[in-house]
């Protein structure tokens, strides 16, 4: 079977996908940290991949930019693949200066002023959508094993990347407790919901609205290590 956006066949993605928002973040992953791999989907080239870590088999594929984006295919894979488990591993901006460059932030709620959630299930619109507490779990024992710090809290999945008021994200931060911003996961948290299925978030701070540092495309894409172990050993 295929999809409108995955031409995979089902058996040829496993239960567990990770998902960068980066496609070539993908293909980096697949050809540097698994065995025996496999490309599944090249369509419109979000690429996606299947392989071996330490014996088990995971999958990662990317999710492009934005909730429209991972919406479609985080449905896809939860409700045509059978996936169970969908963990973003993204960057994000810190809206904070307790966070530097390359923290690893565990989202504890995604906070949004997005729509999607109401008009993709007809439901009154709520600020929060919640990541499994399971996954959640799982990912602070590993992280705790690997002696790699979890920043956790409330992240804000922005459907704007420029804003006109660009110190807007004080208010966001100071009203709703977010402590980060990216764009994907209020929906993936959404749809793992719906779907009676599972979805976490993990995220490398790439650059900050406070500091203004940043990191630089190349770094983003090969550089987040410490985030992509964690998720990696959730395929164990």
Do not use: W
Not at 34 to 52: I, K, P, Q, S, W
Not at 108 to 125: L, M
Not at 176 to 187: D, K, L, P, Q, R
Not at 192 to 207: E, M, N, P, Y
């Amino acid at each position: 079977m295929s999809t409108p956006h995955i031409e995979a066949q089902k058996n040829q993605i496993a239960k567990t996908v990770l998902m960068p928002g980066d496609p070539l973040r993908a293909k980096y992953v697949a050809e540097n940290f698994l065995e025996d791999v496999e490309r599944f989907n090249a369509v419109r080239n979000m690429f996606g991949y299947t392989g071996v870590y330490n014996g088990r088999r995971i999958s990662v594929m990317g999710s492009g930019m934005g909730m429209p984006s991972i919406g479609i295919y985080s449905y896809e894979l939860f409700k045509f693949y059978d996936v169970e488990n969908i963990i973003r591993i993204g960057s994000c901006g810190a809206y904070t200066d307790t966070l530097d460059l390359y923290d690893v932030i565990l989202a504890e709620r995604a906070y949004s002023e997005s729509t999607y959630a109401s008009v993709q299930a007809g439901e009154a619109y709520e600020p929060y959508t919640h990541p499994s507490e399971t996954l959640n779990g799982r990912i602070e024992e590993i992280a705790d094993s690997l002696d790699i710090e979890l920043h956790k809290g409330t992240i804000h999945s922005s459907d704007v990347f420029y804003r006109e008021n660009f110190e807007d994200f004080k208010r966001i931060r100071d009203t709703y407790g977010a402590i980060a911003v990216e764009m994907e996961a209020y929906a993936l948290f959404h749809n793992a919901r719906i779907t009676g299925k599972r979805a976490a978030t993990i995220l490398t701070v790439s650059d900050s609205l406070v500091t203004k540092q940043e990191t630089s495309p190349e770094e983003r894409q090969k550089s987040f290590t410490n985030m992509m172990e964690i998720a990696l050993r959730l395929a164990e």
